[in-house]
């Protein structure tokens, strides 16, 4: 892999640089333009992806390709039961030294790269699962007093089988709010799935692919995204769905005010993907069920929780969206 191509971001050109990256993942993800550009939002709002859908549908091959096209480092992590969170984060291990006894030495885990795939995360324990937390809220890893930060940019996208429950641990509702969006990949269309199929012989496509732009480009790119535009009856508007969240008789839990800036920054992004410095109205209730859905739990009579379901989270929410009036 030659080296990164560097690239000029300022608020102008972080678009023509999200476009460069879009391109590229697209190469080997076919037919699935709005999720490359989901990923792309995560990316670029900081943030991290968790996907949920049946095996063989590409989610390891898009990890794979964003961290090429962004010539960053990429590790892959299979979760099981008997995962144990040194296995993630590291550990300290002692190195003899015949001068002064000797001393411990830090061996980072596979956290420590910029792009992580956390293949079947409900696979393993809320111990492990824990682990992640500190690392997908504040980019850093505490063990034995001592504090190390990860390098940036750092994108956890995380996977889950939703047809399967024997062997798996649900996340809790603070491990899934860490995530910034979740989505679905879904069958790619007939002409795209036969493209895969024919072309794909007996070479991996990703290894093909070049750096689009370089780590360093992508804070630029998650600093313009920061600076976009939103009319501040936008905020309101975001507000009061948020608020109706937390009102609602079908919701044992709303949104909390991590997911509605999820969801703000969310909209940032996906504005800057568009091309545009300015939020509109679709940002946000295009980011609605994969920003926010996640981060409900769904509740019976007196708002005792009964359990999560995706499909009633998002008919809620998009219930909601139907009765707040949209600004003009």
């Known amino acids: 892999m030659s080296a990164p191509v560097p690239v000029e971001v300022g608020r102008r050109d972080a678009r023509v640089a999200l476009q460069r990256l879009e391109a590229s993942v697209a190469r080997v993800i076919h037919g699935k333009p709005e999720v490359v550009r989901l990923a792309l939002c995560a990316l670029a709002a900081r943030g991290h992806l968790l996907i949920e859908d049946v095996p063989g549908v590409g989610k390891t091959t898009l990890a794979r390709a964003l961290a090429r096209s962004i010539g960053g480092a990429f590790r892959r992590i299979q979760f099981t039961s008997d995962l144990l969170p040194s296995d993630i984060l590291g550990v300290s291990v002692w190195q003899p030294d015949p001068h002064n006894g000797g001393r411990f030495e830090f061996k980072p885990g596979p956290i420590f790269a910029n792009v992580v795939l956390a293949d079947e995360i409900n696979r393993t324990t809320p111990r492990t699962q824990s682990s992640l937390l500190e690392a997908m809220s504040e980019g850093r890893v505490s063990l034995d007093n001592k504090t190390y930060a990860l390098e940036q940019p750092f994108l956890v996208i995380a996977t889950q089988n939703p047809l399967e ?164």
Not at 189 to 205: I, Y
Not at 265 to 270: H, V, Y
């Open 165 to 328: 429950h024997f062997g798996t641990y649900p996340l809790p509702e603070s491990q899934m709010d860490r995530f910034l969006l979740r989505i679905r990949m879904g069958y790619p269309d007939p002409a795209s799935e036969r493209r895969v199929v024919t072309t794909l012989g007996d070479h991996d496509p990703v290894e093909e692919l070049e750096p689009a732009v370089a780590p360093a480009d992508v804070e630029a790119i998650q600093r313009a995204a920061a600076q976009v535009r939103v009319d501040e009856a936008l905020v309101d508007y975001a507000a009061k769905v948020v608020a109706e969240t937390r009102r609602s008789p079908f919701l044992a839990l709303g949104v909390s005010t991590r997911g509605f800036q999820a969801w703000y920054r969310a909209a940032q992004a996906r504005a800057l993907t568009l091309g545009r410095e300015y939020c509109v109205p679709d940002d946000l209730k295009d980011l609605a069920l994969p920003s926010l859905a996640h981060r409900v739990v769904i509740g019976g009579g007196g708002g005792e929780a009964l359990g999560r379901s995706r499909e009633e989270a998002e008919r809620v929410i998009a219930d909601l969206l139907e009765r707040v009036p949209v600004p003009a």
